[in-house]
């Protein structure tokens, strides 16, 4: 029988709690969520010397840093020639490199900070689901050569067989410096890290709302009063890290970030010889939909298959048999085994589906990372952290306006109907 769980959070020991500990009365920083980002910022901020303290309401990693497909993606939602269209050749440039950064530093902390959460530097294929879009990919080569002297390798539909075990896809690029990694570890261990390196840290502890300590800083240059269900605590600097929760701390988001779910089934172990005939060499994969399927093995060879054209507020055995359906219409062998687990977790997006980060009236922000959070999250917690402590950073992605909604209301039907829209443009492309 399929559980309602996250295969994630049920395959690793019980995390240490940082519930029910005396909240502080100041802080230099106070990091509000506690998913990628703000682990990343907390561990960049104490490792910096400031005195920084991260609320969150629920658990470490509860959203969807525990629940996504644990692909640590070294590109962009949006394909480099698309983002040249949107942002221009210098800052799409710049964007694409951060994010191969991003890789890199995830990386890096896991190196440095002697993280287990079985991190794999395995690369990733996009499978290319038409012909035309496998013409895409190839333009999207040579871009990617041209303006980031960045290399992918491009696999023609003859030669898919050396990297996916289906006849499935019309072509796959493969982009070899993508990585993957057990979300739910890697989460805890960048908080454990954290507290490490001086973080205070704080769960069950919602913000219910952020004032100005006055029409100036105090003299010891707290400006923000921030307010919890557990008591208040004076601060310098804020650094929202809520992502699809952000419009219910400060009222700009509103009706401009919104959530989104996204649902994922994950098999029983399949045997070692049908796995590596699925995924002969353990990268993570995604299709060239919009309302595209993404899926890898799991560290114990479990086949997990996210997206599809899932939605909020049906039956979780539509959704169930929905990515079941789309599993096995690229892998009919999986058909005999059982789907263990289904859970879903909850995107932050925008009507622009680009990543954004900045300030807003004097506080830090970082969200909507478009299924790219593992890698995009961490870095730009770190960047913003070091903007914070007056260092150098890299944000290509500040100053991005972002879209307003009018018709959202907090409703599911907003983004189902997003979804429906995107599959009748991949029946067009």
Same mark, same amino acid.
């Given at each position: 029988?399929?559980?309602?769980?996250?295969?994630?959070?049920? %395959?690793?020991?019980?995390?240490?709690?940082?519930?029910?500990?005396?909240?502080?009365?100041?802080?230099?920083?106070?990091?509000?969520?506690?998913?990628?980002?703000?682990?990343?910022? #907390?561990?960049?901020?104490?490792?910096?010397?400031?005195?920084? %303290?991260?609320?969150?309401?629920? %658990? $470490?990693?509860?959203?969807?840093?525990?629940?996504?497909?644990?692909? #640590?993606?070294?590109?962009?939602?949006?394909?480099?020639?698309?983002?040249?269209?949107?942002?221009?050749?210098?800052?799409?440039?710049?964007?694409?490199?951060?994010?191969?950064?991003?890789?890199?530093?995830?990386?890096?902390?896991?190196?440095?900070?002697?993280?287990?959460?079985?991190?794999?530097?395995?690369?990733?294929?996009?499978?290319?689901?038409?012909?035309?879009?496998?013409?895409?990919?190839?333009?999207?080569?040579?871009?990617?050569?041209?303006?980031?002297?960045?290399?992918?390798?491009?696999?023609?539909?003859?030669?898919?067989?050396?990297?996916?075990?289906?006849?499935?896809?019309?072509?796959?690029?493969?982009?070899?410096?993508?990585?993957?990694?057990?979300?739910?570890?890697?989460?805890?261990?960048?908080?454990?890290?954290?507290?490490?390196?001086?973080?205070?840290?704080?769960?069950?502890?919602?913000?219910?709302?952020? &004032?100005?300590?006055?029409?100036?800083?105090?003299?010891?240059?707290?400006?923000?009063?921030?307010?919890?269900?557990?008591?208040?605590?004076?601060?310098?600097?804020?650094?929202?890290?809520?992502?699809?929760?952000?419009?219910?701390?400060?009222?700009?988001?509103?009706?401009?970030?919104?959530?989104?779910?996204?649902?994922?089934?994950?098999?029983?172990?399949?045997?070692? &010889?049908?796995?590596?005939?699925?995924?002969?060499?353990?990268?993570?994969?995604?299709?060239?939909?919009?309302?595209?399927?993404?899926?890898?093995?799991?560290?114990?060879?479990?086949?997990?298959?996210?997206?599809?054209?899932?939605?909020?507020?049906?039956?979780?055995?539509?959704? $169930?048999?929905?990515?079941?359906?789309?599993?096995?219409?690229?892998?009919?062998?999986?058909?005999?085994?059982?789907?263990?687990?289904?859970?879903?977790?909850?995107?932050?997006?925008?009507?622009?589906?680009?990543?954004?980060?900045?300030?807003?009236?004097?506080?830090?922000?970082?969200?909507?990372?478009?299924?790219?959070?593992?890698?995009?999250?961490?870095?730009?917690?770190?960047?913003?952290?070091?903007? $914070?402590?007056?260092?150098?950073?890299?944000?290509?992605?500040?100053?991005?306006? $972002?879209?307003?909604?009018?018709?959202?209301?907090?409703? #599911?039907?907003?983004?189902?109907?997003?979804?429906?829209?995107?599959?009748?443009?991949?029946?067009?492309?």
């Amino acid at each position: 029988m399929t559980q309602h769980a996250i295969l994630w959070s049920v %395959t690793i020991p019980e995390p240490k709690s940082f519930l029910n500990k005396p909240l502080p009365q100041k802080t230099d920083v106070l990091v509000i969520g506690g998913g990628f980002t703000g682990t990343s910022a #907390a561990l960049q901020l104490a490792k910096g010397g400031a005195r920084v %303290t991260l609320l969150e309401a629920q %658990t $470490i990693g509860w959203g969807a840093s525990s629940r996504n497909g644990g692909q #640590a993606l070294s590109c962009l939602h949006h394909t480099l020639a698309d983002a040249i269209k949107e942002h221009g050749q210098e800052r799409a440039k710049e964007m694409f490199l951060a994010a191969t950064r991003a890789a890199d530093v995830v990386e890096q902390i896991v190196m440095d900070e002697k993280i287990d959460c079985d991190y794999v530097r395995c690369g990733n294929i996009e499978a290319a689901f038409k012909p035309s879009h496998f013409d895409k990919l190839q333009r999207e080569q040579k871009i990617l050569h041209d303006v980031a002297d960045y290399e992918v390798k491009i696999l023609p539909k003859s030669e898919t067989l050396s990297e996916l075990g289906t006849d499935s896809y019309h072509g796959l690029m493969v982009n070899p410096r993508s990585g993957s990694v057990q979300p739910a570890k890697f989460v805890m261990g960048m908080a454990l890290a954290a507290e490490r390196a001086g973080a205070d840290i704080h769960e069950g502890t919602q913000v219910m709302g952020i &004032e100005r300590a006055g029409n100036s800083p105090t003299n010891d240059g707290t400006r923000f009063m921030v307010k919890t269900e557990r008591g208040d605590i004076e601060t310098k600097e804020i650094m929202l890290a809520t992502n699809a929760w952000i419009g219910n701390v400060v009222p700009q988001f509103r009706q401009r970030v919104f959530p989104a779910e996204s649902f994922v089934i994950a098999t029983e172990p399949l045997p070692r &010889e049908l796995a590596q005939q699925l995924i002969p060499n353990n990268r993570v994969v995604y299709d060239t939909r919009k309302t595209l399927a993404y899926y890898r093995l799991s560290p114990d060879n479990r086949m997990v298959w996210g997206g599809e054209l899932t939605f909020a507020g049906v039956g979780a055995k539509t959704n $169930i048999n929905t990515l079941r359906n789309g599993m096995l219409r690229i892998f009919p062998e999986l058909a005999k085994f059982n789907i263990d687990y289904f859970w879903h977790g909850t995107l932050g997006i925008t009507l622009d589906e680009n990543t954004h980060a900045g300030q807003i009236d004097g506080m830090w922000y970082s969200m909507c990372y478009v299924g790219h959070g593992v890698t995009l999250a961490t870095y730009l917690g770190q960047q913003m952290a070091n903007g $914070i402590l007056g260092k150098a950073s890299n944000n290509p992605f500040a100053n991005l306006s $972002i879209p307003f909604a009018p018709t959202y209301q907090d409703k #599911a039907w907003f983004v189902n109907i997003g979804k429906v829209w995107f599959r009748f443009l991949d029946m067009l492309r």
